[in-house]
């Protein structure tokens, strides 16, 4: 197999279902332990199939995962893209947020988040949602404690999880 190189990692992150792009490759460079969870130099969850797997079992309708060609690695490792976005982080619980201004000079990012520290979210504002990524601060993948749960017991590696 031959994939293209990931050229805007920025598509993955934005909560939603996207169009397949095909086959990827996404080339990685960093010797030691290979990880079940990794977000691979590029800001974006990459999983092995077993957790790939697994998240689709449990969340089929909040997870799209686009296979990809690591070299050097035979087993296989997919793209995971959360596909749902839900606007439910919680300022006054959150130790500190800060949100773009007019005067940033960033029109296109007026309102969202331009920083979050100590996240909290409002449980009330989230429903059922499984796997989703937050509205306004997309660097933070949330899951539900019963995906927790089954993802440690399938023993994944390169985890970590902060309550929220």
Request: glycine letters at 8%; a negative charge; aromatic letters at 8%.
């Amino acid at each position: 197999m031959s994939g293209r190189e990931v050229e805007d990692p920025w598509v993955f992150k934005k909560g939603r279902r996207i169009e397949s792009p095909g086959w990827l490759r996404i080339p990685v460079d960093v010797p030691g332990k290979v990880f079940d969870f990794t977000l691979a130099g590029i800001s974006t969850p990459v999983v092995h199939v077993r957790v790939a797997t697994l998240l689709t079992e449990l969340a089929p309708e909040e997870v799209q995962v686009i296979p990809v060609e690591i070299p050097g690695h035979a087993e296989q490792y997919s793209i995971l893209v959360a596909t749902r976005l839900i606007e439910c982080i919680d300022d006054t619980s959150s130790r500190e947020v800060e949100r773009w201004m007019e005067e940033d000079g960033r029109p296109e990012k007026v309102g969202h988040y331009r920083d979050v520290d100590g996240l909290r979210i409002d449980t009330s504002k989230v429903g059922d949602a499984k796997l989703f990524r937050t509205w306004g601060w997309s660097v933070a993948l949330i899951v539900s404690e019963d995906l927790k749960l089954a993802l440690e017991a399938l023993g994944v590696t390169g985890m970590r999880f902060t309550e929220v």
